[in-house]
């Protein structure tokens, strides 16, 4: 799927020769982004690409695009990344073998360089390049870089991983004033400059509600949240903070997604409109969930009244008439 594609695309009569869509499509693929682009002008956004959902290079390009997209329609799109399978894979390559407290791999002195040296020499260049394929936009850093990301160790027995206590916006504010495209890397430090690996959705929820940020967007290697793990056809579509305390209650969120849905539901508290879960490895899928009609992957709203609840697609659904949705007022400005 493209974002110029539409269900009428397969069977209009007058399709361009080999590209597939009629005139007509294309125009109204772009006249629907309209509203959109007029909504979200100005709107910081985050975007979490994990680790996993980063793929091959037709992926990272179309990853690039869509947040160059963003951009010059006037966006001001904030990356983070994470690359848990990057810095395996090196540390497989040195024959580094890991040490496991409680099932959790414990980040020695050793790993943390590596993982240091993947995220933010590999995996965060090679983001910037892509993206600056387009021109000069994107820079790169480090949640150390304008001590970004002050942080403790988290438990003594994990090592070398951080829990975040203080987010310090303002070497992105200073980037986004100059319209560049910030682009973290998930490393923290201490008070004292001990660099610290942090999880990158614990980053991106952080560095979403410091910037009060519009919306934070999770890219991930599922199609979203899910009721069962093991059927995508149990996709949770929209659900609010108070759903989802009682899923954690309940137990169906594991692993990766735990971190996740604690950023989103902390980007949403934050006074983020809406934080999202979607499937990175569909083509485009940035800018199907910001720019079309199309309701993709998980959205996490605020949901009692009084919030920021409101309906997420322009034209859709008459607020009052939403049960959820007395108050239309968002701290967004929409
Ligand atoms: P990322 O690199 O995007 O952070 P993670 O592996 O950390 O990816 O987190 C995503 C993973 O969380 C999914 O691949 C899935 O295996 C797991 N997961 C656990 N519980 C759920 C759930 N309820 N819904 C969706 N995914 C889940
Ligand atoms: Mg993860």
Redesign the pocket.
């Known amino acids: 799927m493209t974002a110029l594609d539409s269900p009428a695309a397969a069977t209009s009569a007058a399709t361009v020769p080999g590209r597939g869509y009629s005139p007509e499509d294309r125009a109204r693929a772009l006249v629907e982004a309209l509203p959109y682009i007029q909504r979200f002008r100005g709107a910081i956004v985050v975007v979490k690409m994990?680790?996993?959902?980063m793929g091959d290079d037709e992926s990272a390009r179309t990853f690039a695009e869509d947040i160059v997209m963003l951009r010059s329609v006037g966006l001001k799109p904030v990356v983070v990344h994470?690359g848990?399978p990057q810095i395996d894979d090196l540390l497989r390559r040195l024959g580094k073998t890991s040490q496991f407290h409680n099932g959790l791999r414990v980040t020695d002195a050793e790993t943390l360089e590596v993982a240091r040296m993947v995220l933010v020499g590999k995996v965060g260049r090679d983001i910037v390049g892509q993206i600056n394929v387009h021109g000069a936009y994107a820079v790169g850093l480090s949640g150390e870089d304008g001590n970004l990301i002050t942080a403790e160790v988290r438990q003594p027995e994990l090592g070398y991983v951080g829990e975040i206590t203080k987010v310090n916006p303002g070497i992105i504010l200073r980037l986004l004033a100059e319209d560049m495209i910030p682009v973290i890397s998930s490393i923290g430090s201490t008070d004292g400059g001990q660099a610290l690996n942090i999880n990158?959705?614990t980053v991106a929820g952080a560095v979403g509600g410091a910037l009060g940020a519009e919306k934070v967007i999770?890219?991930?290697?599922?199609p979203?949240?899910?009721?069962d793990?093991n059927d995508p056809s149990t996709l949770v579509a929209r659900v609010t903070l108070a759903e989802l305390d009682a899923a954690i209650a309940e137990g169906?969120?594991?692993?990766?997604?735990v971190p996740?849905v604690a950023s989103c539901m902390e980007a949403v508290r934050a006074g983020a409109v809406s934080a999202h879960m979607l499937d990175?490895r569909i083509p485009h899928v940035l800018l199907l969930e910001l720019f079309t009609d199309a309701g993709i992957g998980t959205m996490v709203v605020a949901g009692h009244p009084g919030s920021a609840v409101v309906a997420d697609r322009p034209g859709s659904a008459v607020v009052a008439d939403h049960p959820d949705s007395e108050d239309s007022t968002t701290p967004g400005g929409n």
Do not use: P, Q, R, W
């Open positions: 994990g680790g996993n959902a994470g848990g990158a959705d999770y890219l991930t290697n599922v979203g949240l899910l009721t793990v169906t969120i594991s692993g990766g997604m996740k990175g």
